[in-house]
């Protein structure tokens, strides 16, 4: 719910009686825990990382559109996005690219680099537009449309979605399933992947949560013109990823990342990147997936814990 919607409502969120903000809390809520029982090939955990490549969109959203902020978007396509799938290449770990559409048809020829590569593409809006304040006609088009461009780019129609701005609107589900969408991963409800409830309601559709403290925009990005400056250095932010890793490990469960070409793009933050890949490479029994192979391994085979009870 934006902050428009709560204004809408005429109210004070304190003058509320229980119908109203019960109903807000549970219009979309984690449901069953899909832990599965265990991980391909034994492993004693999962790794999926992900990739959002924006790009020149997050300027072009705003209307912000001098040459110095398409060049820092440009950026993330002439160089950033290669350096990740060398990186890639080199350890042999298959990644996530959830790709606006308008992104796509900028760089048409690094999508079918990401697909040719192995790598899974998934949604990722229309122009990083922010969602929940769509109409649920304009959040439908766009979604939909979206996905006709990735899959006439790369042969195939994307089965997950990250949404733009990692929101959900009062549509956004009923789009998500009425496009037929298996799995989401804007949502931060756990740390493991869970089925997402409608009003209470199974929906069939997988949660791989992410959460800003395994993105790298809140460490690195700025405000030119405003207070907000990164107060992380690449070699912290790779020390927090290697904390999260290991607790993990430890617990063996999904360590789920998410980066952007034209942030971790650069030399130094590479070298952070790449520092992190080595540690996890380190670790013996892991099983590095894509976020849509992660979705539909818990799938098939969460709901009964080792005891053979039925989870809930």
Request: hydrophobic share 40%; proline share 6%.
């Amino acid at each position: 719910m934006s902050s428009q919607q709560q204004v809408s409502t005429g109210q004070e969120p304190w003058r509320w009686d229980e119908a109203t903000w019960r109903g807000y809390a549970e219009r979309v809520r984690a449901g069953r825990d899909l832990t599965p029982p265990a991980w391909p090939g034994d492993a004693r955990m999962a790794v999926t990382l992900s990739f959002d490549p924006d790009h020149e969109t997050l300027s072009l959203r705003d209307g912000e559109t001098s040459p110095g902020a398409m060049g820092r978007g440009e950026f993330g396509s002439r160089v950033g996005s290669r350096r990740i799938l060398r990186l890639l290449d080199e350890f042999q770990i298959p990644a996530t690219f959830f790709i606006p559409a308008v992104s796509a048809l900028l760089h048409p020829q690094e999508a079918k680099d990401y697909a040719a590569a192995g790598h899974e593409i998934g949604a990722h809006g229309w122009i990083h537009e922010r969602n929940a304040l769509l109409s649920a006609e304009d959040e439908f088009a766009l979604t939909r449309r979206s996905l006709d461009v990735l899959e006439n780019l790369v042969g195939r129609r994307p089965v997950g979605i990250r949404t733009p701005s990692a929101d959900f609107s009062d549509s956004t589900l009923d789009i998500l399933q009425s496009l037929g969408f298996r799995y989401d991963s804007s949502l931060m409800a756990d740390d493991m992947p869970y089925e997402i409830l409608s009003d209470g309601r199974p929906t069939g559709i997988v949660e791989v949560p992410m959460e800003w403290i395994r993105d790298d925009a809140p460490y690195f990005t700025m405000a030119r013109y405003g207070p907000h400056r990164p107060y992380t250095t690449p070699r912290a932010w790779a020390e927090l990823m290697k904390d999260e890793f290991d607790s993990a490990y430890a617990d063996g469960a999904v360590f789920q990342l998410v980066c952007h070409p034209h942030i971790i793009g650069h030399r130094a933050r590479m070298l952070a990147l790449r520092g992190l890949v080595e540690h996890m490479k380190a670790h013996q029994n892991v099983w590095y997936a894509t976020h849509g192979e992660v979705a539909d391994h818990v799938w098939r085979n969460a709901g009964q814990d080792e005891a053979g009870r039925v989870r809930l």
